[in-house]
């Protein structure tokens, strides 16, 4: 009885620690992507239409991946106690490894994504960036944030679904089987519409772990 409730002290600390990073990858992702992205042409857009983009948001698009490196950081966070959460559900830890390896696949492809990108910003402020430079910096950062990010993304919700199906108590059933067609879909060029919602659902998924913990909390002290 003693040792029960240390356990659910950490439990519930947990739970805030890795709600609350979520949340801010959510914030300064969603933020920092906001500078920019609304003006980011379409993969294979004409030379000239994506010089232009550069030099009009290259002051957006600097500041922009700044935020994102910093949500880079506190994604590893998450994933982190993401790890912690699914091996406790799943009683040992095959598939939260995965999830964490998958997390760590979807970094690396951001972090390049991010930095390309930057780059191509750098060089329009200083008046060096040609046309061709250009389209290549676009395209590659374009696979990288989106295709590469996305298979990244679809291990770790498919590994999440995996192990709501296999415990039945992280999540209802019919969730986790829409957790594994959104996982599917993200191993597709379909990652491309699925990044966005990615980080509005990030946000819900971390509010409701902090609200988990508070609760947990407050029945502690009553």
Not at 104 to 121: K, R, S
Request: hydrophobic fraction near 55%; aromatic fraction near 8%.
């Amino acid at each position: 009885m003693h040792d029960e409730q240390p356990r659910r002290q950490h439990d519930s600390g947990l739970r805030r620690r890795t709600g609350l990073a979520g949340l801010g990858v959510a914030i300064l992702f969603g933020g920092g992507s906001a500078l920019w992205a609304f003006e980011q042409p379409d993969a294979g857009a004409p030379a000239r239409e994506i010089v232009a983009f550069y030099a009009d948001t290259s002051t957006g698009i600097i500041a922009g991946a700044s935020l994102s490196f910093l949500a880079i950081v506190l994604f590893v966070v998450f994933a982190g106690g993401l790890r912690s959460i699914l091996r406790e559900h799943e009683g040992d830890d095959f598939f939260a490894t995965a999830a964490f390896g998958g997390a760590l696949l979807a970094v690396a492809a951001g972090l390049g994504a991010e930095t390309i990108n930057m780059a191509g910003a750098l060089r329009a402020d200083d008046g060096s960036l040609t046309p061709q430079l250009a389209q290549a910096l676009f395209e590659i950062s374009y696979v990288l944030g989106y295709n590469a990010a996305g298979v990244g993304l679809g291990i770790v919700v498919l590994a999440i679904a995996a192990v709501a199906l296999r415990s039945k108590s992280l999540m209802p059933p019919w969730l986790a089987v829409l957790l594994l067609l959104v996982g599917l879909a993200f191993l597709t060029p379909l990652s491309i519409v699925l990044i966005g919602p990615a980080v509005v659902a990030l946000a819900i998924a971390s509010v409701w772990l902090i609200g988990v913990s508070t609760a947990n909390a407050s029945r502690r002290r009553d």
